[in-house]
């Protein structure tokens, strides 16, 4: 158990839809970081926010954006959406920006698009 | 890309040791060794991390060799539990820095 909770858990979207996924972090975790995780591989990194900014980026393009809440929980949202975005989004948390790089990883939002 | 090499897969016995290896030949002096592991169908887990010396905690021990190119994560006594992907990521521990994974360690605990 994490503490890092996301929703939904799964969901079922057509191509050229729109998706928002939805992260709450960790209590004290003010850096949040999200992952796509596609069928058989690693997760790979979108990218990173910390007090409500986003700090790095991953190789996404711009219909992949994201926000961090004063509350830090945090939001990804994907625009004209595609097959090949049909993956395990991760989000995961952290404290403080500069500390030893642990991550509190979420159990994910699993997208398919059809 | 991923900064390191990972065998495909492993099989331990329940109750044995199980020694994931490791290889990070272009590591530099600043990057960190983290090991996580990702339970099917679980967000990935932190198991441990280290720079240079040896670490234990309660899940695992983390063996790196004197030239820090290579590793070991060490299950002491493995568990059915213990079955998942097992991914070493090599980075800068301390800067907001991404995780690069790559396609990891399957180790399969059998009884």
């Known amino acids: 158990e994490t503490g890092v909770t996301q929703s939904p858990t799964h969901l079922i979207k057509t191509r050229g839809q729109q998706v928002t996924l939805r992260c709450s972090s960790q209590?004290?975790?003010?850096?949040v970081s999200w992952y796509q995780q596609a069928l058989g591989q690693g997760p790979q990194f979108i990218f990173q926010y910390y007090r409500e900014e986003e700090n790095g980026r991953g190789n996404f393009p711009p219909r992949f954006s994201g926000l961090q809440f004063p509350n830090y929980s945090s939001e990804l949202n994907v625009n004209a959406l595609e097959l090949d975005d049909s993956a395990l989004y991760l989000c995961a948390s952290r404290p403080l920006a500069g500390s030893t790089g642990e991550l509190f990883f979420g159990e994910g939002s699993r997208l398919t698009v059809l | 890309d991923a900064k390191t090499t990972q065998p495909t897969s492993m099989d331990c016995a329940e109750g044995r040791a199980a020694n994931l290896p490791c290889n990070h030949s272009t590591i530099s002096g600043n990057e960190y060794v983290y090991w996580y592991r990702q339970i099917h169908s679980q967000g990935p887990q932190y198991i441990i991390h280290?720079?240079?010396n040896n670490e234990t905690n309660e899940m695992a021990s983390l063996i790196i060799t004197e030239d820090r190119k290579s590793s070991t994560l060490i299950l002491p006594h493995a568990t059915l539990r213990d079955t998942a992907v097992y991914y070493c990521i090599v980075i800068i521990g301390q800067a907001g820095t991404a995780l690069i994974f790559g396609k990891g360690t399957t180790l399969s605990v059998s009884s």
């Open positions: 209590s004290g975790h003010n850096t």
């Open positions: 280290g720079l240079k």
